[in-house]
C-alpha cells in the first residue's frame, strides 16, 4: 500500500474576525500541497457550502452557493479568500476551509475558525455618582450604564486605576442579544483609595477587540488638595493702600500747616 499525503498546513484567518454588522470580512485560506496539484477549495458556514473554487473548470472555477445573509464577492474571491460583504447577525458561527489535491489518490486537508458579527453601541458609557465630596470611612456609590449593543458590553469600574468592580463574563446566549449594559458600584473608601487626595473614577466599556470606550469623572473630596493662594494680588492691593495713606498723610498735614 502505497503512502498517502496529506494536504500540510491548512490555516483559516478570518479578517477582521469580530465584524460589525453590515461590514465586510476577507476569510483566506493557506496550505502545503507537498508538490501535488490543487483540486479544489470548498467554504463552508457550519455544515452548508457557500462558495467553491475548483482550478481544472476554468472558466468557471468559481462557484457560489445560495446562504442566507452571505453575499460572496465574486471578482474579489478565488483559490485563497472569500470576501464577504454586507455581513448580518446569522453569520456567527464556524467557518470551515476544505483543500482537496488531485493526486491518485484525493487527499484533505481542512481549517475552522469562528466569527462574530455585532453591534456597537450608539453612545458612550455615562457614570453617575451620589453623595459627594467623598472622605476615609464613605460608601462610595455610583453606576454606568451603556447605550444597547450587540453582545451588551462588558464593563468595569477603576477607581485611581484600580479594579474595583466588573460586569460578569456573557454566556453563549447573550452573545445574540441585543441589551444595555449595567454595572454598579459600592464601596467603602479608605486611605489607599486615595491618591494624594485625589478620586478619579474610569468606567471601561469593551466588545471583543473591536470597541473600547471609557469615561472618566474626577470626584469630589475632602482630600483634594486646596491650591496654595496666590498672594502677589493681595500684597500689590497692600503696597497701594499704604501709598495712599501716606498720600493722605502728606495732604493733611500740609493743610495744617497752611491753617496754622
Given at each position: 500500500?502505497?503512502?498517502?499525503?496529506?494536504?500540510k498546513?491548512?490555516?483559516?484567518?478570518i479578517?477582521?474576525?469580530?465584524?460589525?454588522?453590515?461590514?465586510?470580512?476577507?476569510?483566506?485560506?493557506?496550505?502545503?500541497?507537498?508538490?501535488?496539484?490543487?483540486?479544489?477549495?470548498?467554504?463552508?458556514?457550519?455544515?452548508?457550502?457557500?462558495?467553491?473554487?475548483?482550478?481544472s473548470?476554468?472558466?468557471?472555477?468559481?462557484?457560489?452557493?445560495?446562504?442566507k445573509g452571505?453575499?460572496?464577492?465574486?471578482?474579489?474571491s478565488?483559490?485563497?479568500?472569500?470576501?464577504?460583504?454586507?455581513?448580518?447577525?446569522n453569520?456567527?458561527?464556524?467557518?470551515?476551509?476544505?483543500?482537496?489535491?488531485?493526486?491518485?489518490?484525493?487527499?484533505?486537508?481542512?481549517?475552522?475558525?469562528?466569527?462574530?458579527?455585532?453591534?456597537?453601541?450608539?453612545?458612550?458609557?455615562?457614570?453617575?455618582?451620589?453623595?459627594?465630596?467623598?472622605?476615609?470611612?464613605?460608601i462610595l456609590?455610583?453606576?454606568?450604564?451603556?447605550?444597547?449593543?450587540?453582545?451588551?458590553?462588558?464593563?468595569?469600574?477603576?477607581?485611581?486605576?484600580y479594579?474595583?468592580?466588573?460586569?460578569?463574563?456573557?454566556?453563549?446566549?447573550?452573545?445574540?442579544?441585543?441589551?444595555?449594559?449595567?454595572?454598579?458600584?459600592?464601596?467603602?473608601?479608605?486611605?489607599?483609595?486615595?491618591?494624594?487626595g485625589?478620586?478619579?473614577?474610569r468606567?471601561?466599556?469593551?466588545?471583543?477587540?473591536?470597541?473600547?470606550v471609557?469615561?472618566?469623572?474626577?470626584?469630589?473630596?475632602?482630600r483634594?488638595?486646596?491650591?496654595?493662594?496666590?498672594?502677589?494680588?493681595?500684597?500689590?492691593?497692600?503696597?497701594?493702600?499704604?501709598?495712599?495713606?501716606?498720600?493722605?498723610?502728606?495732604?493733611?498735614?500740609?493743610?495744617?500747616?497752611?491753617?496754622?
Amino acid at each position: 500500500v502505497s503512502d498517502v499525503i496529506s494536504v500540510k498546513n491548512v490555516l483559516l484567518t478570518i479578517e477582521p474576525r469580530v465584524v460589525q454588522k453590515g461590514t465586510s470580512s476577507t476569510l483566506r485560506c493557506s496550505f502545503d500541497l507537498q508538490d501535488e496539484s490543487l483540486y479544489s477549495v470548498k467554504w463552508y458556514r457550519g455544515r452548508h457550502e457557500f462558495y467553491r473554487f475548483t482550478p481544472s473548470e476554468q472558466p468557471n472555477s468559481k462557484k457560489i452557493f445560495k446562504f442566507k445573509g452571505i453575499n460572496v464577492d465574486r471578482e474579489a474571491s478565488n483559490s485563497t479568500q472569500v470576501v464577504l460583504r454586507d455581513i448580518d447577525f446569522n453569520l456567527s458561527g464556524n467557518f470551515m476551509c476544505e483543500v482537496t489535491t488531485d493526486a491518485t489518490h484525493l487527499t484533505t486537508g481542512a481549517d475552522t475558525k469562528a466569527m462574530l458579527v455585532v453591534e456597537l453601541p450608539e453612545y458612550p458609557p455615562t457614570i453617575s455618582v451620589t453623595g459627594e465630596p467623598l472622605d476615609y470611612g464613605d460608601i462610595l456609590r455610583a453606576n454606568c450604564s451603556c447605550s444597547p449593543s450587540r453582545p451588551k458590553t462588558s464593563l468595569t469600574f477603576f477607581l485611581n486605576n484600580y479594579t474595583v468592580a466588573h460586569t460578569e463574563p456573557l454566556s453563549p446566549h447573550q452573545y445574540q442579544e441585543s441589551a444595555w449594559s449595567d454595572l454598579s458600584l459600592e464601596i467603602r473608601l479608605y486611605e489607599e483609595h486615595f491618591n494624594d487626595g485625589r478620586l478619579i473614577l474610569r468606567c471601561v466599556a469593551d466588545i471583543e477587540e473591536i470597541y473600547h470606550v471609557e469615561a472618566v469623572l474626577k470626584l469630589g473630596s475632602v482630600r483634594d488638595p486646596v491650591p496654595e493662594r496666590v498672594s502677589a494680588y493681595n500684597r500689590s492691593v497692600s503696597t497701594a493702600s499704604l501709598q495712599l495713606l501716606f498720600l493722605n498723610m502728606f495732604v493733611f498735614v500740609n493743610i495744617l500747616l497752611v491753617l496754622s
